[in-house]
């Protein structure tokens, strides 16, 4: 089986600092990993994806993420925080091979960037 | 650009009532999945469907069924509802396979049974 752990419920930077929202997975293969970002009573938005290739991906909006197979991560970066990131974010997962295409999400993290 | 439609975008319904969510993926899209999300929770997948047939089914009630039509537009219906199925239903939908696989999402239906 596959899921998703986001340690952190909660993330309080300040606008301008750099920002980290951490995930770890566990799936069977090759992961695909994904991030999401809800905002308040919409849906969720992609943010960016790892597949294969760098392990640095550059997504939607200034983020960014590492793939870490040794550890199992894919945390969520951006140099410099703006107001407007805040928002829940939600780390996912799927395994490369194998029929099965639906997502695992982790438990989400709401980021809230301070002025 | 078009985007997953799903209506209605609010909907209320009393205990032991029925429902249909119904979404519309983006065109050209094969495959629709439905999440379900409690309040203050995550995403949990339902169930998917490419080309029209199921694809995989993950914790969606024996009181849910779902199906997906020649359009490619997906209807979710819920019976004997309870109170623990108020919760968002989002729909998505992807095309392709490995490498260009990416799920989009619907603003979802906010299902309040009372």
């Known amino acids: 089986a596959q899921s998703v752990a986001q340690p952190e419920d909660q993330v309080n930077v300040a606008e301008g600092n750099p920002l980290t929202v951490k995930c770890t997975y566990s799936?069977?293969?090759?992961?695909?990993l994904f991030w999401y970002v809800q905002y308040p009573n919409r849906g969720l938005q992609f943010l960016l994806k790892y597949i294969t290739g760098d392990n640095l991906v550059k997504g939607s909006y200034g983020f960014e993420a590492e793939f870490n197979k040794s550890q199992t991560s894919f945390h969520l970066k951006k140099p410099s925080a703006l107001v407007s990131d805040s928002a829940l974010y939600f780390c996912?997962?799927?395994?490369?091979?194998?029929?099965?295409?639906?997502?695992?999400f982790g438990s989400g993290t709401q980021l809230t960037v301070l002025p | 650009a078009a985007g997953v439609i799903q209506s209605p975008r609010h909907l209320i319904k009393e205990k032991r009532e029925t429902a249909t969510l119904k979404c519309y993926p983006i065109?050209?899209?094969?495959?629709v999945y439905w999440y379900q999300q409690g309040p203050g929770q995550d995403p949990q997948f339902l169930i998917s469907?490419?080309?029209?047939?199921?694809?995989d089914k993950g914790s969606i009630p024996d009181r849910f069924s779902a199906q997906q039509f020649s359009d490619y537009h997906s209807e979710l219906n819920m019976s004997s509802l309870e109170l623990g199925d108020s919760a968002l239903y989002f729909c998505?939908?992807?095309?392709?396979?490995?490498?260009?696989?990416?799920?989009?999402f619907g603003s979802g239906t906010q299902l309040s049974v009372l």
């Open positions: 799936v069977s293969g090759n992961p695909y």
């Open positions: 998505a939908s992807s095309s392709g396979q490995g490498l260009n696989e990416k799920l989009f």
């Open positions: 469907f490419y080309e029209k047939m199921q694809s």
């Open positions: 996912a997962v799927r395994a490369g091979s194998g029929s099965a295409r639906q997502l695992t």
């Open positions: 065109p050209r899209h094969d495959t």
